[in-house]
């Protein structure tokens, strides 16, 4: 079964401009969350999808924003971007079931300057 | 408010020690805790721990869960340089929402 697959791997932006983000989750999983990673917050919730629902949102501006579609790929969006933006995008997926793990993608290096 | 804390925030080791890492937990209806290993990449599983007093083990790894006092250990013995990493904790808890700790960043010397 292959993994989650995130896309771009790295990106650099300006400040003011956007960008979008894509996961794919592993074959079957319904389930997106998608986390910022920096080296001072760690791991941050952002939010998580479901079947094309967003059903868990953390606490980021509405500058962040995502979707998911009918095949559970997601995509996330930045617009606006600040220089504290610049972190380590990580998605991951989830099927859920007992008991749940979550799968990470590679992640998303962003650079903004 | 849910979090985790980890504990020590960074730690250095030589080869062949022993390591001990804490992750306390304060989050609503706990359901699992995680413990994730990220080199440059993304962080891969370890152990889920769901049960008090079990311990999950994995050759040199181990990690048990204290659900009453609300924490979770990670050891790792005879420490090896490939060891090196920031280990994650993570919390599942209402709404299948997943809290992270900052990470314990271990590195271990030759």
């Known amino acids: 079964k292959a993994g989650v697959t995130q896309t771009p791997r790295y990106l650099i932006k300006t400040r003011g401009q956007q960008v979008t983000l894509s996961c794919s989750p592993i074959s079957g999983h319904r389930s997106v969350s998608w986390y910022q990673q920096t080296p001072g917050q760690g791991l941050q919730f952002l939010f998580e999808y479901f079947s094309e629902t967003q059903r868990n949102k953390g606490n980021f501006p509405g500058r962040f924003s995502g979707r998911q579609f009918s095949n559970s790929r997601s995509e996330m969006n930045v617009s606006t971007l600040e220089l504290g933006d610049s972190a380590l995008y990580l998605c991951?997926?989830?099927?859920?079931?007992?008991?749940?793990?979550?799968?990470f993608g590679p992640g998303t290096r962003l650079t903004v300057l | 408010e849910d979090k985790v804390v980890q504990s020590p925030l960074s730690l250095v080791v030589h080869e062949g020690d022993t390591v001990t890492l804490n992750c306390s937990y304060e989050?609503?209806?706990?359901?699992?805790l995680l413990w994730y290993k990220q080199e440059k990449k993304a962080p891969t599983f370890l152990f889920m721990l769901t049960s008090s007093g079990i311990e999950k083990k994995s050759g040199r790894l181990s990690s048990i869960l204290d659900k009453k006092e609300l924490f979770s250990i990670l050891n790792i013995t005879a420490t090896q340089t490939g060891d090196s990493a920031i280990y994650l904790c993570a919390v599942e808890g209402t709404g299948n929402q997943f809290y992270f700790g900052t990470g314990t960043s271990l590195t271990v010397i030759p």
């Open positions: 989050v609503t209806n706990f359901r699992s």
């Open positions: 991951a997926s989830t099927n859920y079931g007992s008991y749940n793990e979550q799968f």
